[in-house]
């Protein structure tokens, strides 16, 4: 045989040899890629590990009424509310009285007089109206502000415990607002919460 075909031959073999071995280790390089590639949410088996605890709940109206002061606040309120409501009755009684009057001697007033009084009925019912509507806001408004410190203070300790366990938020279950809570991802806060604010 021939130098330059032994040559040739030993030639062919290397490259079929590196061929081969290109093919054997290229498609375990392309699944690496591929896999790569795919991103970590599609990957089997390779889902990151979220945080257990995500978020806290508790029931913010449950929490307000356990504070000492809410007891004071709500006192305070049924004694104002007391207030309107014998004014309320007072303003009532006169206007029923007056009305009696009306419907008494109304067959015996001359018209003028009549209307006058007609006139004086209408105004006292209006104002009665008015009284108890402006009354009824007055006590909302009353309310909202002596409770606001007492939401200022809830509200203090709420953000002092999500901050010390890390939560990205605190959810108000109250009204049903949350019909469903996966325990390994929220935290029952109402215990702690109450802990703090009953101190």
């Known amino acids: 045989m021939k130098k330059g075909t032994i040559t040739n031959n030993i030639m062919v073999m290397v490259k079929g040899v590196l061929l081969l071995c290109l093919f054997t280790f290229?498609?375990?390089?392309?699944?690496?890629?591929?896999?790569?590639?795919?991103?970590?949410?599609?990957?089997?088996?390779?889902?990151?590990?979220l945080p257990q605890q995500l978020f806290g709940y508790l029931s913010y109206d449950t929490a307000l009424i356990a504070m000492?002061?809410?007891?004071?606040?709500?006192?305070?309120?049924?004694?104002?509310?007391?207030?309107?409501?014998?004014?309320l009755q007072r303003v009532e009684e006169e206007f029923n009285?007056?009305?009696?009057?009306?419907?008494?001697?109304?067959?015996?007033?001359?018209?003028?007089?009549?209307?006058?009084?007609?006139?004086?009925?209408?105004?006292?019912?209006?104002?009665?109206?008015e009284f108890k509507r402006q009354g009824l806001e007055d006590l909302e408004q009353a309310e909202r502000k002596a409770l606001a410190p007492l939401r200022i203070h809830l509200n203090e300790a709420i953000a002092k415990i999500a901050r010390e366990k890390k939560l990205a938020l605190v959810i108000n279950t109250d009204a049903n607002a949350c019909p469903f809570i996966e325990p390994l991802m929220g935290v029952d806060l109402n215990k702690e919460v109450q802990e703090i604010i009953t101190k």
């Open 26 to 49: 290229l498609p375990s390089s392309l699944t690496a890629q591929e896999t790569d590639s795919i991103p970590p949410s599609a990957q089997p088996h390779q889902l990151p590990q």
């Open 97 to 129: 009285r007056k009305y009696e009057d009306f419907l008494e001697g109304q067959k015996e007033f001359p018209r003028t007089i009549l209307l006058k009084r007609q006139t004086e009925l209408q105004d006292m019912l209006q104002r009665n109206l």
């Open 68 to 87: 000492p002061q809410y007891q004071d606040v709500q006192k305070q309120m049924q004694t104002l509310r007391k207030a309107y409501e014998s004014e």
